[in-house]
């Protein structure tokens, strides 16, 4: 999607790690069309996933039934920026209900755009203001990689270097996955070491919640994807 979520999936490739893509729609559908460059680049050197056929066009149930994998394969998720009732925060949900950790960032207070994030703080979710605040929820292994990464000499433009951190720790594994959502929509983003792709595609299926009785099922269902 646009905003948020485009921005961690091209930081987290600029800082070499590695992204994912869950999409509520066939693998043969680019939605939006906006990001198709981003989207095929993806395909070839990431990984995208779905649970629906190819051919299956966009619904709008598809989202709030999409945020349940990114939660189950993600070990933490952090909220960028939501309203009061957003589907970000059907994701962080799904993450506490399953025991993941989930982290929000504070923004202005008149709006109303991050009422959704100030509203998890008051939950208890973690309030993030600087990537410390992330890093130290990570195994030591990997906020060691994290920095090292962030160590390297990379072309950094003025300005940026914030988002290439967020986009550093999305493109990161937190043992497994980071995860984070935004007002656009929802992004995860994964794994440092290459290998992770493989063996857990290997291993089958991840352990994913279950969607909220509401949203119903669809058992007959796989996760799919393409490199």
Excluded at 43 to 62: A, C, M, N
Excluded at 140 to 148: A, C, Y
Excluded at 151 to 167: I, Q, T
Excluded at 204 to 209: D, E, Q
Aim: aromatic residues 4%; hydrophobic residues 35%; charged residues 20%.
């Amino acid at each position: 999607a646009k905003g948020v979520d485009r921005l961690s999936h091209e930081l987290a490739i600029l800082a070499g790690g590695k992204t994912i893509g869950v999409i509520g729609c066939g693998l043969d559908r680019c939605y939006p069309k906006e990001v198709s460059n981003l989207f095929q680049e993806m395909k070839q050197k990431q990984l995208v996933l779905s649970e629906y056929p190819l051919g299956t066009p966009i619904k709008k149930h598809h989202f709030p039934m999409r945020n349940r994998i990114i939660a189950g394969l993600t070990q933490g998720t952090c909220v960028i920026e939501a309203k009061e009732r957003s589907g970000s925060l059907i994701t962080a949900q799904l993450a506490l209900d399953n025991g993941k950790e989930v982290f929000a960032i504070p923004g202005e207070i008149l709006s109303g755009q991050s009422s959704g994030c100030h509203r998890l703080i008051q939950d208890g979710a973690k309030c993030v203001y600087r990537m410390e605040d992330i890093l130290e929820e990570l195994p030591q292994s990997v906020s060691e990689q994290i920095l090292q990464n962030l160590a390297l000499d990379k072309p950094w433009h003025d300005g940026v270097e914030n988002a290439a951190v967020m986009g550093t720790l999305a493109g990161m594994a937190m043992g497994g996955t980071v995860s984070g959502a935004g007002k656009t929509g929802d992004w995860w983003n994964s794994r440092s070491d290459t290998g992770s792709q493989d063996s857990q595609q290997q291993s089958g299926s991840p352990n994913l919640p279950s969607a909220p009785p509401q949203l119903g099922s669809n058992p007959n269902s796989a996760l799919t994807g393409e490199y």
